[in-house]
């Protein structure tokens, strides 16, 4: 079984500073995707940015990027020039990648409550 | 093109009663995919689902939960007998074939009294 653990909490920034946000996970599979998502207050889930594991270049979306380090098992999170908009709970997700037409469910981790500061 | 539709957004029951949540998933998307979250933590699988047939039930209790895709009509899942630990917010997300990403709808509120 697969495991996603977030050990921040919580985070805060100043707006227009960078934050990074942790995720590790643990695998036995190659074949893999790994995921950011948001929760603002709303609490609706909103993609923030995807990457594929056996693509070695780190995935980037405008201000968000990733560090994904495949052989230590780490997909953290920057966030560049944060807004006050980025305020959040963050998600780290996991999903294997199945056969055929099959994606499969998320693991989630616990996630990372983020403030950002005017 | 309209995103995941979920309904109702609150949902109030009594121990005891029946719950029903319906998912529409976004236009052209054949997967379906429930999710719960529990106050304060990260969001749990529960079931996977294709049209008309469940793919990955390992997350669902094994009662008084079912879910169900049909050909024609949104996903439901249904709890019968709801008890106060099921009290928790119920995300439904879909995502279209041959596509690892999901997309999530706004999520139903279950509250049981």
């Known amino acids: 079984a697969q495991t996603v653990t977030q050990s921040q909490p919580e985070m805060s920034v100043q707006e227009a500073e960078t934050v990074t946000l942790s995720c590790t996970y643990d695998?036995?599979?190659?074949?893999?995707?790994l995921f950011w998502y948001k929760q603002p207050p709303s609490r609706q889930m909103i993609l923030v940015i995807r990457?594929?594991?056996?693509?070695?270049q780190n995935a980037t979306e405008n201000r968000f990027s990733v560090n994904f380090q495949k052989a230590a098992k780490s997909f953290s999170l920057k966030i560049s020039d944060s807004q006050l908009g980025d305020t959040a709970m963050y998600f780290c997700?996991?999903?294997?990648?199945?056969?055929?037409?099959?994606?499969?469910?998320?693991?989630f981790g616990q996630g990372t409550i983020l403030t950002v500061h005017p | 093109n309209a995103g995941v539709m979920q309904n109702p957004r609150h949902l109030v029951r009594r121990r005891g009663q029946e719950a029903r949540l319906r998912c529409s998933p976004m236009?052209?998307?054949?997967?379906v995919y429930w999710y719960r979250q529990l106050p304060e933590e990260g969001l749990k699988f529960m079931v996977y689902?294709?049209?008309?047939?469940?793919?990955?039930e390992s997350g669902m209790p094994k009662e008084r939960f079912s879910a169900e895709f049909p050909k024609e009509g949104p996903s439901i899942l249904r709890i019968q007998q709801v008890v106060r630990g099921d009290s928790a917010a119920y995300f439904c997300?879909?995502?279209?074939?041959?596509?690892?990403?999901?997309?999530f709808g706004p999520g139903t509120r279950l509250l049981v009294l």
């Open positions: 695998t036995s599979e190659n074949n893999y995707y």
């Open positions: 689902l294709q049209k008309e047939n469940i793919i990955d």
């Open positions: 997700a996991f999903m294997k990648r199945a056969g055929g037409t099959s994606y499969g469910k998320l693991t």
């Open positions: 990457q594929e594991a056996y693509k070695q």
């Open positions: 997300a879909s995502s279209p074939k041959h596509s690892e990403t999901q997309y």
């Open positions: 236009k052209g998307h054949s997967h």
